[in-house]
């Protein structure tokens, strides 16, 4: 059975750079027909998709967040990677790794991590 | 982006009862529409995708309807652990979307 597993650190100073690893286990992250996604949940509130990655490196990030997200891939350690730059407390939000199936939607996530933005 | 418009955003009900929510997207969105459970501190769950297939493994009380702008997640006879968020989310073009959820309670 696929398990993904998020990890970083749950307090992030204002300004400063939010960093997330999402590790796959159970099958590879190396398979064409899928994608390895973000998506977020501020607390109480709905779900925001932020984009997602490909092992092969090509990525989407959502406009309205384009210009302060990287995404990147290690196959080796079958891992994918987040950093949201500039962070303000409106990117406080528990943060879920997923897969995202070639009919785009999102069968398996993992637990979340909660990330607060504040000095 | 595609808006989607869930309603209600809450519902009450008893066990065995049928429940019924609505998915409305902002345009035409065909047949690509997922829906998913969340309880509280988890993750969601995908329970229906393509309007109205069945994930694997999710009970077949859950079944999904609808195409085009409007769609519905039924429950056929509510049971104790179906007590959660239920959110739909289009699949038809990017960004995807997710609606702003049903929160099904006692």
């Known amino acids: 059975q696929l398990q993904l597993q998020e990890s970083g650190p749950g307090l992030v100073k204002p300004s400063e750079t939010l960093s997330l690893t999402c590790t796959v286990s159970g099958g590879s992250i190396s398979t064409n027909n899928y994608y390895w996604a973000w998506i977020r949940q501020p607390p109480g509130k709905g779900l925001e998709w932020i984009g997602n990655?490909?092992?092969?490196?090509?990525?989407y990030y959502i406009p309205s967040l384009e210009s302060r997200v990287t995404m990147s891939v290690d196959t080796s350690k079958n891992q994918f990677s987040l950093q949201l730059s500039s962070v303000t407390a409106a990117d406080t939000a528990v943060y879920f790794c997923?897969?995202?199936?070639?009919?785009?939607?999102?069968?398996?996530w993992g637990q979340g991590t909660l990330v607060t933005v504040s000095s | 982006d595609i808006q989607m418009t869930q309603s209600p955003s809450s519902v009450s009900a008893s066990v065995g009862d049928r429940v019924t929510i609505t998915c409305r997207a902002s345009q035409g969105i065909t047949s690509w529409l997922a829906w998913y459970q969340q309880k509280p501190g988890k993750a969601p769950q995908l329970l229906i995708y393509?309007?109205?297939s069945l994930q694997s493994g999710v009970p077949s009380r859950f079944s999904g309807s609808g195409s085009g702008t409007d769609f519905t997640l039924t429950i056929s006879s509510l049971q104790p652990e179906d007590f959660a968020t239920y959110y739909c989310q289009q699949a038809y073009t990017f960004p995807l979307t997710f609606g702003g959820g049903t929160k099904v309670e006692i």
């Open positions: 997923a897969r995202r199936d070639k009919s785009d939607h999102f069968d398996f």
């Open positions: 990655i490909h092992y092969s490196g090509l990525t």
């Open positions: 393509a309007a109205s």
